[in-house]
């Protein structure tokens, strides 16, 4: 089946950029064929939509990172990457990859999370 495995978070101060990656493995036919999205839970509260993006790299991010953060994606290597700038305090939280199968696989698939801390 599908795996999701998230990589690169770590403490950053303020005002720092990291990089997250996301390995996928197991889709039905081609990673090409899912819709990729990027989610965080800081303690305490929900996890919401941070970033997602399109088979062929249509992006779309929350209002809270626009500007901030790139999402993108290498089909070739099954990888899903988020690029995130001018860090805060309010951006801490474990960050979790997800994916939508969008043709024959219609599941919905989710990593085991990477922790991102932003302090001084």
């Known amino acids: 089946q599908v795996q999701l495995v998230e990589s690169g978070g770590g403490l950053v101060q303020p005002g720092g950029s990291l990089r997250l990656s996301c390995a996928g493995s197991g889709f039905i036919f081609s990673f090409s064929l899912y819709r990729m999205a990027w989610y965080r839970q800081a303690p305490g509260k929900q996890r919401d939509l941070v970033a997602d993006i399109t088979s062929n790299g249509m992006p779309n991010y929350a209002d809270s990172v626009k500007g901030r953060f790139t999402i993108s994606r290498d089909n070739a290597k099954s990888t899903l990457y988020l690029e995130m700038n001018s860090l805060n305090s309010e951006d801490t939280a474990v960050y979790y990859c997800?994916?939508?199968?969008?043709?024959?696989?219609?599941?919905?698939?989710w990593g085991q999370g990477t922790q991102v801390t932003v302090s001084s």
């Open positions: 997800n994916a939508v199968g969008t043709y024959g696989d219609k599941g919905a698939y």
